[in-house]
């Protein structure tokens, strides 16, 4: 059971709304949007980073300075404008903070510091690196080639103190990169550039307290980076001076009133996620002066795994609803259907779990193939090892730790000085898959290791030596950025059946039943996570829920999507380009279908280029294939051109819209009605349809969305209503869904205990058409709700089809009842006729007193 004392009912938020700083969002035209989002009835704006990055970042998470807002956002003279205003319309503020990383980069004061003083610096203890690995000087993977054709080509620049401006030491230039310098260099400015100097400069070189070296040697790396990203270096922020830094600025914010939440980013990666987030409660806590802060992760919880109840948290950033909610739009017959046209046109017939596998297994001998290489050294250097047999050898120990890693079903395990039962079993199982998987067969490999992650080695089994825990630490810091990169930035972009479910936080395969899921996730929710995250769109997913809403439905058409997948092969497959990649071109370009032909072409082609590098089967970020590249581009150009691949489109578009369109209100509501925090990410409370960054994270047209609320508004007042007027003429209209999230936010703003303390009472339709409806209760004393959502609604004709079909109600709903949604009244007793409501059966019910 989760520790309610973190997120007390009157302090959670009723609603939160995600928004994208940089790239034309700044704190001040965050500020101008405060109205607009208190009058859609949003309690909490949610920010992405606002600390000082890099200059030039698309997203902030390359922070520089944490104890300064960023001054290209407007800076804390903007910050502070924004707060105002939030007070002055009664919102609150959510951070997000990144104690993981920060960017290794020469504006990052304590890592310029490092690379200048090397151990001697003050920082040095701030930051993951192992001295002894880089035989005491840091390894940076920053040059373009290998350093001897780097000096032989005077690429490498010696700059002066001031040579840039004041305050910059003398430092080496390359390129974009500046390397600061210690010692005599500045008497070494003279030299000549090119071949004559670079005995000197590769001399100056050796006295710097780093090395150099081709980006493509990873493996010597010696310090812990963000996922494979060698500009991004791993914190150690269990360190209570890093902590303390790090933290400085948002605890003073939540001390003054100005943040009332912290989302925090990619707690995954740090070395002992709970021991952290207690240290951040207590924290938040002191500065507070004893108001509750309202704290969410950034974990991604696999299949059926659960957030440790342990953790003092209210919840995730909420990837469980949105998957449970998107896997209700998915016809699982259908969905059998289309594996078996993708084997047949690929001849792939691996299953998800096999690319899953073989992806991870290719990420950890490749990507970080360093990073595996330090771990086996420090394995190795466990005392006792050599008692163990002399089975356990580099090479064997390297092959198990990769089975066993590609092996894990989840990010990773949480061991520390002891090791759970599910943790246990996570391994024991993962050591199982991988002796069945193993082309070696490192028995005695991976009997060590799974008794190494479980804290049970034989030879000390209840005094695990030092070097053991740090190794469990650096495999737990390892497993995640692994799962990370081989499901969601490799296997997704391999397996294209439905790409509908290749999701941040999913799976891609069939959930067996759907609705028992979500009702016991909901069910789950409400017992323990009131306070999490119900969360549709990110800035992170793979598809917007638009999108995925639309691409949903090809579950439900199986057939005729093999008919035109077939038809178009005809016109346009080609040896020249891969059948696997072009039907996810298909499906990409039938998820942004509507907009204008040349923004569909720019679209296309730039998730084509990443899409490709992204899967590294047929081109890669390190070895990108540029001809093939261009001649799926071209395909792309091919298609928006082609006059009857348009026309095919149209008519595919117009007979899908409005099952997508009801698929995108359905799981609106049920995030407004559910257990838990409705998230909106930004735009998204009109319907756009975006693919994966930066598609999703353009501008929004807020003036637009400002106009359509203000009409909105000015029309309840006069009693007209969206729903009545346009229900069964104009299911694909946005104002639909606009109405919707401001229907649902009023009633949460007029009930929030109902809502944070609620039961969750599941309603299983009974009839015909069950399996099309998914419909719950909330609890309360004598506050009710019920909400009623359709799925698989292709073949929704007319009210008829919901003949016989019924939801039995508890003995508590018995009374009269309206449906905000349309304004309709009922009077309940045991049992709610589908058909009794409007056609379609979209509803959400409060009791008329």
């Known amino acids: 059971m989760a520790d309610t004392r973190v997120h007390p009912s009157e302090h959670l938020p009723r609603s939160t709304y995600r928004l994208q700083l940089r790239q034309g969002m700044d704190l001040t035209r965050a500020a101008q949007l405060v109205p607009y989002l208190s009058q859609l009835g949003v309690s909490h704006l949610y920010l992405s980073p606002v600390f000082q990055a890099v200059l030039g970042s698309t997203h902030g998470y390359d922070v520089v300075r944490p104890d300064q807002i960023d001054s290209t956002l407007g800076g804390r003279a903007a910050f502070d404008r924004l707060t105002d205003s939030l007070r002055g319309h009664d919102m609150g503020l959510i951070l997000d903070i990144i104690p993981n990383h920060m960017a290794a980069h020469w504006t990052n004061p304590w890592w310029a510091d490092v690379l200048e003083r090397g151990q001697g610096s003050r920082y040095a203890n701030y930051f993951n690196i192992s001295w002894e690995r880089g035989e005491g000087r840091l390894i940076l993977p920053f040059l373009g080639a290998p350093l001897p054709e780097i000096l032989e080509r005077g690429e490498l620049q010696i700059v002066p103190e001031g040579g840039e401006g004041p305050g910059f030491g003398p430092h080496l230039r390359y390129h974009e990169h500046r390397f600061p310098l210690a010692g005599s260099s500045p008497a070494l400015t003279n030299l000549p550039r090119g071949a004559a100097g670079s005995a000197e400069l590769h001399e100056l070189l050796e006295q710097q307290n780093y090395r150099l070296v081709h980006f493509r040697e990873t ?5 812990v980076r963000f996922f494979d990203v060698s500009s991004l270096v791993s914190l150690r922020i269990e360190e209570p001076e890093v902590f303390a830094a790090v933290h400085r600025l948002p605890l003073e914010l939540i001390d003054s009133g100005a943040v009332q939440g912290l989302r925090v980013d990619h707690v995954d990666g740090l070395r002992d ?4 987030l207690h240290h951040l409660q207590e924290a938040v806590g002191a500065a507070g002066r004893g108001n509750p802060t309202y704290i969410i992760v950034e974990k991604i919880l696999e299949r059926d795994e659960e957030l440790p109840p342990s953790w003092p948290v209210s919840g995730t950033t909420g990837y469980e609803f949105l998957n449970a909610a998107n896997a209700l739009l998915v016809s699982p017959t259908g969905l059998r ?7 047949e046109m690929t001849g792939d017939r691996r299953s998800f779990d096999e690319v899953l596998y073989e992806s991870k297994r290719e990420i950890l001998s490749t990507l970080f193939r360093g990073e595996v290489r330090a771990l086996v050294e420090l394995i190795r250097g466990i005392p006792g090892l050599d008692e163990a047999g002399p089975e356990l050898d580099t090479d064997s120990l390297t092959e198990a730790l990769v089975e066993l890693t590609a092996c894990l079903p989840v990010y990773r395990t949480y061991v520390t000085e002891t090791a759970g039962e599910e943790d246990r079993n996570l391994i024991a199982n993962a050591a199982e898959c991988a ?11 991976l009997a060590f290791l799974r008794g190494l992650f479980s804290l049970s080695l034989r030879s000390r089994p209840l005094d695990p030596p030092p070097e053991a825990l740090e190794t469990v630490a650096r495999w737990q810091q390892l497993s995640g950025p692994a799962m990370a990169k081989g499901l969601e930035d490799t296997a997704f972009y391999r397996h294209h059946r439905l790409v509908a479910l290749n999701e941040v936080g999913g799976y891609a395969e069939p959930t067996p039943d759907a609705t028992a899921h979500f009702h016991q996730l909901m069910a789950r929710n409400a017992r323990e996570w009131p306070g999490t995250l119900n969360a549709t769109s990110t800035h992170d997913t793979k598809r917007s829920e638009e999108a995925r809403a639309r691409l949903a439905v090809l579950s439900e058409m199986p057939d005729t999507w093999r008919g035109l997948v077939q038809q178009w092969e005809k016109h346009f497959g080609s040896p020249s380009t891969n059948v696997a990649d072009r039907i996810l071109l298909y499906q990409s370009a039938f998820a942004i279908w509507g907009a204008p032909l040349e923004e569909i072409e720019t679209r296309l082609e730039r998730f084509e280029v990443k899409a490709l590098r992204e899967g590294k089967e047929r081109s890669a970020w390190l070895n990108p294939d540029r001809a093939y590249e261009a001649a799926m581009v071209e395909l792309a150009l091919q298609l928006v051109g082609d006059e009857g691949f348009r026309a095919d489109m149209d008519r595919l578009l117009t007979r899908v819209a409005p099952a997508a369109a009801l698929n995108s209100l359905s799981q609106t509501l049920l995030k407004l009605a559910a257990p838990g ?3 909106i990410y930004q735009g998204m409370e009109l319907r756009e349809f975006n693919l994966v960054d930066p598609d999703n994270r353009g501008a929004v047209d807020f003036e637009e969305r400002e106009r359509l609320l203000e009409e909105l508004r000015e029309g309840e007042k006069r009693g007209r209503n969206l729903f009545a007027d346009r229900r069964t003429k104009d299911l694909v209209s946005g104002g639909l869904k606009l109405q919707l999230i401001a229907c649902g936010l009023d009633l ?10 609620g039961d969750y009472l599941p309603l299983m339709a009974e009839g015909p058409r069950a399996a099309h409806l998914v419909a719950f209760a909330r609890r309360l004393g004598s506050a009710q709700l019920i909400a009623v959502a359709p799925r698989l609604t292709l073949e929704f004709q007319a009210p008829e089809f919901w003949k016989g079909t019924h939801l039995p109600l508890p003995a508590s709903t018995a009374g009269h009842w309206r449906d905000l949604i349309t304004g309709a009244e009922f009077e309940l007793g045991s049992e709610l006729s589908a058909g009794e409501l409007p056609h379609p059966p979209l509803a959400l019910l409060v009791p008329i007193r």
């Open 337 to 343: 259907a289309l594996e078996d046209f993708y084997r």
């Open 748 to 757: 949460r703003a007029s009930q929030p205990q109902l809502f944070a303390e």
């Open 273 to 276: 996620p709970e021991a952290y």
């Open 219 to 223: 493996e010597q790396i010696n310090y």
């Open 435 to 445: 002796q069945r998987r193993s082309a070696r067969r490192s028995t005695a490999s």
């Open 677 to 679: 925090i409705p998230d």
